[in-house]
């Protein structure tokens, strides 16, 4: 019991401290701050990475004791006070998880707003699928009618 409780302590602080980067991931986006979202971005890959290493940590664990899942394994284990706090820690942990899939979420629309930005920026600055978007319904707003986008994966 002790080993899990270890390995969980591990990944909890480790989920906090991601949850602490893609907290500052969003605020850079928010600001457009590309620097630091591609350095935000290597250290949320190498706490992934630690997490992801934890994680084969515990599942060896369980599978060694015979168990696909730690709250399954600790709620058959007998009453105590490593049990309790096993169950504790698992209910932080299940609720940090869920608030960093939010975040992840909210960082995700950010960065495809972020993109819709540049790929429209890009098609105004190349004549190339802005035309409608300033001319009237008709008119191609006096450009020629392009046939192909700036990005095309056959060029």
Known sequence: ?????HIIRQQ???CLRL???TREQQNALVNTAAPAVQRLTKEIEAVVIDLN???KK???????????????????????????????????????????KEASGNNLQYL????EYIDYNVNVM??????????????????????SKMF????
């Open 126 to 147: 190349t004549c190339t699928a802005a035309g409608v978007t300033y001319g009237t319904p008709g008119d191609n707003g006096g450009m020629p009618v392009q046939g």
């Open 12 to 14: 909890l602080v480790l």
């Open 152 to 155: 095309e994966a056959n060029v």
């Open 112 to 115: 495809n707003k972020n993109i």
């Open 53 to 55: 290493r934890l994680e």
């Open 58 to 100: 515990r599942c060896d664990f369980l599978q060694q004791q015979g168990s696909r899942d730690a709250a399954s394994w600790v709620a058959a284990q007998p009453e105590g006070l490593e049990k309790n706090m096993a169950l504790q820690l698992l209910e932080k942990q299940a609720g940090l998880l869920q608030k960093l």
């Open 19 to 21: 949850y602490e980067l």
């Open 1 to 5: 019991m002790q080993d899990l409780i």
